[in-house]
């Protein structure tokens, strides 16, 4: 098995096709086909579905399975190959929901780069891939909304927000409290943010009733809170989107605070993780309605 077998392999997943992902790596079509039934060979089963007529590629069970392991393997024949840098700045290896990562960490990471003393590696991962990469070590440590159990990974409580409701329309006066029976569930742009909030959710508005907009991540919400939109969103979240001239108000009734959580597996990026945990807890100081925990 070899880095250009597994590349071939991740390059035609994420292309599509063998055509397309021959173009991306510079080679025929038929030298990628080798390097594909080369690493099926070794391993002793399919990767992908061959039919007649077929012109996107399908995954096998098998690959299905297979696919997560060939990105961990590439990503550690990556950093073994990095060893031979050993006096390159420390690197550390960070994972976040969405909603941290868009709304927080721009400014810690300006911070923590500023005196080009580190590198930095960033993924973004629901809470549920990024315990897994902490987990495997491809990750040193993560931001995540959903606590589980895991017993090799520690999860620290971090901060906890309130919830408040984003609209384009102004719906009162500033910091009014908005009855949270009078929001209609067809114009909601609707995000899952924990496990708590969604079963909030449930006890308060119709499930039979589908939001306008449902997304899992936050790159897009700012685009769909138009017209009569509106979204439930943590405090930290509301007031980015005030200084881009949304409303943000409170609520009647509101869901249980969010608390966002870090996970870490070992010491071994000790320095490292401090200083982003100390720009952090400084930052979270700094705001009125985040509250640190840990």
């Known amino acids: 098995m070899t880095s250009l ?18 173009k991306e790596l510079y080679v025929t079509q038929s030298a990628l086909s080798r390097r594909l039934q080369a690493l099926e060979n070794e391993l002793g ?20 399975a ?13 950093e073994t190959s990095a060893i031979r840098n050993l006096d390159q700045k420390p690197l550390l290896k960070m994972a976040s929901i969405g909603s941290v ?7 810690i990471f300006r911070e923590f780069l500023k ?18 990469y902490v987990e495997s070590g491809l990750a040193d440590f993560a931001f995540v909304s959903n606590p ?21 329309q102004k719906l009162g006066k500033k910091d009014a409290e908005i009855k949270t029976e009078s929001l209609e569930a067809k114009n909601e742009v609707r995000l899952p943010w924990n496990q708590e909030y969604d079963a909030w959710h449930r006890q308060w508005f119709d499930e039979s009733i589908y939001p306008n ?48 959580y870090y996970l870490i ?22 705001k009125k309605n985040m509250k640190i925990l840990g």
């Open 101 to 107: 990562s868009t709304y927080i960490l721009p400014e």
């Open 66 to 78: 297979f696919l997560p392991v060939a990105e961990k393997w590439l990503s550690l024949w990556e």
């Open 213 to 260: 907009v449902f997304l899992d991540q936050m790159s897009l919400m700012e685009e769909f809170l138009t017209k009569e939109n509106w979204a439930i969103v943590p405090w930290s979240v509301g007031e980015k989107l005030e200084e881009k001239g949304f409303h943000i108000y409170h609520l009647s009734d509101v869901p249980t605070d969010r608390v966002i």
């Open 5 to 22: 077998e597994i590349e071939a392999f991740l390059s035609i997943i994420r292309c599509g096709n063998i055509s397309a992902s021959a």
């Open 265 to 286: 597996k070992n010491d071994e990026k000790k320095e490292l993780v401090d200083c982003v945990l100390q720009l952090l807890r400084k930052h979270i100081a700094s």
């Open 45 to 64: 089963y399919p990767l992908l579905l061959r039919q007649k007529g077929m012109h996107n590629i399908q995954l096998t069970e098998e690959g299905k």
């Open 115 to 132: 005196d080009n003393k580190y590198n930095l590696e960033f993924h973004l991962y629901h809470s549920q891939e990024a315990y897994g």
């Open 148 to 168: 589980m159990y895991s017993r090799t990974v520690q999860t620290i409580p971090l901060f906890s927000e309130p919830f408040v409701l984003a609209s384009n």
